[in-house]
């Protein structure tokens, strides 16, 4: 059974590939605003996207936050039931 330290260190990465999957669209459309700064006002503009890579990103860090509490929750009842045997 994993560690504490190890969960922890689970559940971290976990949320960091969720926000790091979130935060990338958004990061993409700002390096086009930077890409067009230098063009003459209302030539500049912002490109959004979101590709299917972003949504299996989305999908595997938050598969990835449900492994971590269901580990963490496994942990804790393990625990509990450590104190009744």
Known sequence: MFGAA?????????WAVLLLSLLLPLARGLMTVAQSLGNPPG????????????GLHILFGAVLV???RVMVEARRLADDNAGFV
């Open 6 to 14: 190890a969960q922890d260190a689970l559940m971290r990465f976990a």
């Open 43 to 54: 030539q500049r503009f912002l490109a959004l996207s979101f590709s299917w890579f972003d």
């Open 66 to 68: 449900a492994i971590a």
